[in-house]
């Protein structure tokens, strides 16, 4: 979804400099869009980290979410057309003691019990850089569907599988999860890396 | 009025008295309650931090207690009063006054020592730093079991501390009660005094 099309450009005049000069190609890093574009589906050991700041500084609430599933479509004329699915379940969520996992699972976070999963459809997908993308799209958390925002970075790639970080801010209040403000934040800080293998 | 005279108290005393004992009785019942199991989870958050925010109004205003009573003159025993008992109501003033400081201190003690290392916002406006203890599991098990123990203590004994009161005013019609009810002026009580009493008029001080 990041793939840049100047990409492609840069990628010939690399391999072109490589031929001539030997040179190390650090600009060839990405890939040519048309190489890489393509259905993936996310990885089962992509990293999906969350933290929370607390008042006064100091640790806070951080964890990951061990269960998720998805995938994404790279267009291969415009990186603007291509999109992302997700789904998380938040059961899975880890931490760092049970009673911290058990809280987030309760009514008082995402209330498990009644909602099974976290999701995020794409809507627009926006390059930014060489390496670079905004995904923008709708999260549904606890029934509640709002528009989100997510930085995306390319940070490997081969024939069959592709990464990113991606990061987000994302306001708790607006799904109702309040809880524990103000003492814990009300911005929830998404830390992913995302491997998509080729479908 | 501010102070305690030789034949009651002032209103610092009395004040402190009840506004300690309020929150002594509102602490004990909201950490009964958000202890409850089947309580809805986000509820018993904002419980607990209500219950820290009140419970270091309780240890500052303790401390305000013991201070003062340190200070301050106590008034002379009523009258009828025997050496037995004036020693006994000594005794258990004393614990009380000790109860209301390290009760609320375990209670920061579990804050510090958890595990879940949440910070105490005293009433969302000031952070109070955690006590320097090592946070471990079995750490905050001893100081929770320590601070629930001693609570109920403090709640065995403000029973039968206020029993004794009801107990003084109702079977033994004598001041106990009403001296800490209505501020002292500094005059003598009006009341003839018996000469036992007279030779306790002396000004005592701890």
Redesign the interface.
């Known amino acids: 979804m990041m793939i840049p099309r100047g990409q492609t450009i840069r990628a010939i005049v690399s391999f072109a400099l490589l031929a001539f000069s030997a040179a190390p190609a650090t600009g060839a890093r990405a890939p040519a869009l048309a190489d890489a574009a393509g259905n993936y589906r996310i990885a089962s050991s992509s990293v999906i980290h969350f933290s929370i700041a607390?008042?006064?500084g100091?640790?806070g609430i951080a964890g990951n979410f061990a269960k998720f599933s998805g995938g994404f479509r790279l267009d291969r004329d415009n990186i603007g057309r291509s999109s992302v699915e997700f789904t998380l379940y938040p059961e899975s969520v880890r931490s760092?003691?049970r009673?911290?996992e058990n809280?987030l699972r309760?009514?008082?976070v995402f209330d498990t019990a009644n909602y099974k999963t976290v999701t995020f459809r794409s809507t627009s997908v926006t390059q930014t850089g060489p390496d670079t993308a905004t995904v923008e799209g709708t999260l549904t958390a606890r029934g509640k569907a709002r528009k989100e925002r997510f930085a995306v970075t390319l940070t490997d790639w081969n024939r069959r599988s592709i990464s990113f970080t991606i990061r987000g801010s994302i306001r708790r209040s607006p799904y109702g999860i309040d809880?524990?403000t103000?003492?814990y934040s009300n911005v929830v800080e998404f830390d992913m890396n995302i491997r998509g293998l080729r479908r | 009025m501010l102070r305690n005279s030789d034949s009651g108290f002032g209103s610092a005393t009395i004040v402190l008295h009840w506004t300690i004992a309020v929150l002594i009785l509102g602490l004990t019942l909201l950490g009964f309650i958000m202890r409850r199991t089947e309580i809805?989870?986000?509820l018993q958050?904002s419980l607990y931090?209500w219950h820290k925010s009140f419970g270091f109004t309780a240890l500052g205003l303790a401390i305000l207690r013991t201070a003062w009573w340190f200070i301050e003159r106590s008034p002379a025993p009523v009258a009828g009063l025997g050496p037995l008992e004036h020693i006994a109501a000594r005794m258990a003033h004393s614990v009380l006054i000790l109860l209301a400081l390290v009760v609320p201190l375990a209670g920061w003690a579990v804050v510090s020592a958890s595990?879940?290392?949440?910070?105490s916002?005293y009433f969302?406006a000031i952070?109070i730093?955690h006590l320097p203890l090592a946070q471990s599991e079995t750490s905050e098990a001893f100081w929770t079991f320590a601070h629930a123990l001693l609570a109920y203590l403090t709640l065995g004994l403000v029973v039968l501390h206020a029993a004794a009161a009801l107990y003084h005013h109702s079977i033994r019609r004598d001041e106990v009660l009403v001296r800490m009810l209505r501020p002292s002026f500094g005059l003598r009580r009006s009341r003839t005094l018996d000469a036992h009493e007279n030779d306790d008029t002396a000004v005592e001080r701890k």
């Open positions: 607390q008042v006064g100091g640790g760092s003691e009673r911290i809280f309760s009514s008082a809880v524990g103000p003492i | 809805d989870p986000a958050f931090q595990t879940l290392n949440i910070p916002f969302n952070v730093p």
